[in-house]
């Protein structure tokens, strides 16, 4: 039974560009939850999504945008890049919508880099 | 709005000795509080998870944690460290948002080191 996955592993973009980074959920799960870590720091949420829709959204600029998609895949795309996006994102499955009762999955996450 | 405390940044222990990792959080209502561990290269895994009941909880790999509301505390515990447990240590604290959604806060992370 496949984890969480998430592409691609590495990532280096220059500022002002956009990105976008991907994640398939465990098997069964129907949300998703994306988080950034930058170093030296706890993971931080940016938004959740179930179902399609965003259903929570963190203190983040509306350059992080994302989408969930039928198969409950979900992709966060992030615009105008700036040197302080630079981070480990993190995204987290789980069944239900109420992932908090149940576990969150976390994958192995998307490090980004911006020159 | 909630937040957890993570006091010590790196903690070094021996390997064999007792483990004791600190964590208080802050929140208005009944918390949701998980202990996730971070090796590197790798996703955050959970390692135990309180809800509500019985305040002392059991986890993956030998490892406790405490729920103390008088001290709005939650410490991780291990009663003999073994040296793959070196890696980064996070408590977090989860709120359930009214009409679906909710989030993880988490702490800043412990780092541990293991002597041999």
């Known amino acids: 039974d496949a984890g969480v996955t998430q592409s691609p592993t590495h990532l280096i973009k220059t500022r002002g560009q956009q990105v976008t980074l991907r994640c398939s959920p465990k098997s069964g799960h129907d949300t998703v939850s994306w988080y950034q870590q930058a170093l030296g720091q706890g993971p931080q949420f940016i938004f959740q999504?179930?179902?399609?829709?965003?259903?929570q959204r963190g203190n983040f600029p509306d350059r992080f945008s994302g989408h969930q998609f039928p198969n409950y895949s979900s992709e966060l795309n992030v615009n105008a890049l700036l040197l302080g996006d630079s981070a480990l994102y993190l995204c987290a499955s789980s069944l239900g919508d109420r992932p908090i009762t149940d576990t969150q999955y976390f994958g192995p996450g998307t490090r980004l880099t911006v020159l | 709005a909630q937040s957890v405390t993570q006091p010590d940044i790196h903690i070094t222990v021996s390997e064999g000795a007792s483990l004791e990792l600190r964590c208080n959080y802050s929140?208005?209502?009944?918390?949701?509080l998980f202990w996730y561990v971070q090796s590197p290269g790798q996703g955050l895994q959970l390692l135990l998870k309180y809800f509500s009941g019985d305040t002392l909880v059991q986890g993956i790999k030998g490892f406790e944690a405490e729920f103390k509301r008088s001290q709005s505390s939650f410490n991780l515990r291990k009663p003999s460290v073994h040296w793959s447990d070196a890696a980064e240590y996070f408590c977090a604290v989860g709120a359930l948002k009214t009409g679906g959604g909710n989030k993880l806060t988490f702490g800043t992370g412990t780092q541990l080191k293991v002597e041999l």
């Open positions: 999504y179930y179902e399609e829709e965003e259903r």
């Open positions: 929140y208005g209502a009944t918390p949701y």
